[in-house]
């Protein structure tokens, strides 16, 4: 099944802008930034993942042990690297109160990803709702997000 993926740049940036919506998201920016940088520093490490879910293992395993960063920074992270080596996103994922706020105000079925224990829902349950088919998984996410939060 192919899924649309956000634009590419080979033309890797600073961590700052790289993890952009990581750092905008995270209370704690001054605990995350010196990990997004070792990460942004080795991100060949990556580059033979090929789904979501593997780079996701993988942020988490540098993210778990700090405390103040969870699991919408790794998400956020995870989805930026994905972006990056073009590893689709095949879920709709459900962190943060936004997308939860909108999956039960929209009354859109939500399932427990047991191997990344986070909520997501399938791509055409939340398509029904908004429609675009032209959307990637990551951004039909940010648009839940949007919804739930009123903006």
């Known amino acids: 099944m192919s899924h649309i993926i956000a634009p590419v740049s080979n033309e ?3 961590p700052e802008v790289f993890f952009r919506e990581a750092i905008h998201h995270v209370r704690w920016k001054n605990t995350l930034i010196p990990h997004l ?7 060949n490490i990556f580059s ?7 780079v996701f293992k993988l ?7 700090v405390y103040g960063i969870g699991k919408l920074a790794t998400y956020d992270t995870s989805a930026a690297i994905c972006r990056h080596f073009s590893i689709p996103i095949e879920k709709v994922y459900i962190i943060g109160g936004g997308p939860k706020e909108a999956i039960k105000q929209l009354n859109i ?3 427990h990803d047991r191997q990344l224990h986070v909520y997501y829902c399938e791509r055409n349950d939340v398509l029904s709702v908004f429609g675009d088919q032209t959307m990637s998984n990551d951004d039909l996410e940010s648009n839940l997000c949007l919804f739930g939060t009123g903006r």
């Open 48 to 54: 033979s993942c090929k789904t979501f879910e593997e």
């Open 59 to 65: 942020v988490e395993k540098v993210f778990k042990p």
């Open 109 to 111: 079925r939500c399932f």
């Open 37 to 43: 940088e070792k990460i942004f520093n080795d991100l």
């Open 12 to 14: 890797v940036e600073s």
